[in-house]
């Protein structure tokens, strides 16, 4: 062999180990993570020896491929060799089972020289496959919520608590796992484990704990004071689980809705065990004036919450309005006014009529605040239904006189303590057949005699105004007329007296 061939053999050699130096290093292990599935693509790029055959081996070294030739019977394999220099190892839905580290080699000379080593790692989104179910505690129990997912990587798993309003509370688990002991209310609501290894979707479970708890009452005030006649609200906010009974007494003795009189309403909040219970007194009246009691009632106990209930007003009796003197009818409806501002539990106001069959300074009382009761006429008997009631109060203490009858007819007071005593007259007329003519007082139905003659009188007296203007125009018009006829004809007299003295003027 000459001395050329020598030196050209070892400056392959050089080259040959300069080659496998950069194999070396190129072949350092890529980690290539593919979701279970999915198709994954093992790159392998040539550039040492384009003329050699390339190779991918499994994790077993077992041959895959050889250059474009598949030599296994796995039909999810294939060799992508779009470019020259490109010999892509293709995995279509990979399994669990294809982790591993596959390389890709070129032979030379018989030997399968490493291009590229790459570790393909199969990942799997998060599952739960077991969570604790959904329990309902006592005030002070305990219990373990235990949360098991699964996936690769491994998952990581957490607790948050969801409650009301949105709020979101996280959780100190460890390994899945968490303790309840000593429940109380707050522990109460919507626990959610989460399960997340970076590959989405992250999983969610949840798991409702349910505290029991006596009830709970609070009564935002402690007296309200209202004005006699006015509608009242009564509030109280119950807090319970389970909710149970809730009611309002008055006295000891239990309300229900009643037209007309009370109303129970009920509202729930964004909390389940949290409550909104009202009561509307409708009218009130002085024996509304007490102490109410709102009940809330559950297997696990009673509680209550009190709130009295008193009259208001602006420190001073003042008449709005005073009895007038009314007319009716038989058969109609009268109403006399006395309405009274500021009225207490501790004042008085008494409707009475003079009766005139018992002689004088006798009187029948019609009403009476401080008893708070409405008195009948002989008949009905008092067992009869309220239509027959002959007497009623009206707006601020206006006395109703219902089917009035010509014995209803006299003089009416209304005693105020403190203010006086007022007074006004009830004149009944017969009912006018359908086929009478003319008119009568009681065809004002019910409006008071003196204030229907104040109204005629009125008009009356406009009429009679509008008349002396119309006649003081007329007269005034009729007299310029006058004056300018006048003022025309002495303008023609002088006219012709200038005339009839012209020529004897010239004349002389």
Known sequence: ?????????????????????????????????????????????????????????????????????????DRRISIQHKYQNDWDLQINGVRLSDTGNYTCCFVLNGVCQTLKIVSLVIQIPPTIVNISSDVTLSTGGSTI?????????????????????????????????????????????????AASNGVPPVAYRSVQVDVEFVPQVLVPYREVRQQLDADTLLECRVR???????????????????????RLSSVKSSEETQLLFGLVVYRLRPDDLALYTCVARNRLGTAVGSVLLSAWHNGTLRLLSPPRDAVARTGQSVVIDCAVEGMTADDQLVWWREDPSEGNGNHKTLFDSSTTTTNRRSWPPEGDAPAKIKYATRGQYSLEIRSVVAEDAGLYHCHIGGLGNFSANLVVVAHRSAGGSGFSPAETNGVPATVFVAVVVCLVAVFAVVLVVVLFTSVKHYRKILDDKRHEQSTVFKTEQSIGSSPTSSYM
């Open 240 to 262: 319970s689980n389970p909710i149970g009974d809730v009611y309002w007494e008055k006295n000891g003795r239990r309300l229900d809705s009643e037209p007309g009189r009370y």
């Open 145 to 193: 919520l235990v949360c098991i997912a699964a996936g690769a990587p491994q998952p990581t798993v957490r607790w948050t608590l969801h409650l009301a309003n949105a709020i979101v509370k996280e959780l100190d688990a460890v390994a899945g796992i968490y303790r309840i002991a000593g429940a109380d209310p707050s522990d109460a609501g919507r626990y959610e484990c």
């Open 1 to 73: 062999m000459s001395s050329n061939s020598k030196a050209w053999i070892s400056w392959t050699k050089l080259v040959f180990a300069i080659r496998l130096l950069v194999i070396t290093r190129c072949s350092d292990v890529t980690v290539l993570p593919v979701s279970v599935g999915q198709t994954a693509i093992l790159p392998c790029h040539n550039t040492i020896h384009g003329a050699a055959q390339v190779v991918w081996k499994d994790k077993d070294l077992t041959m895959l491929t050889l250059n474009e030739a598949v030599l296994t019977d």
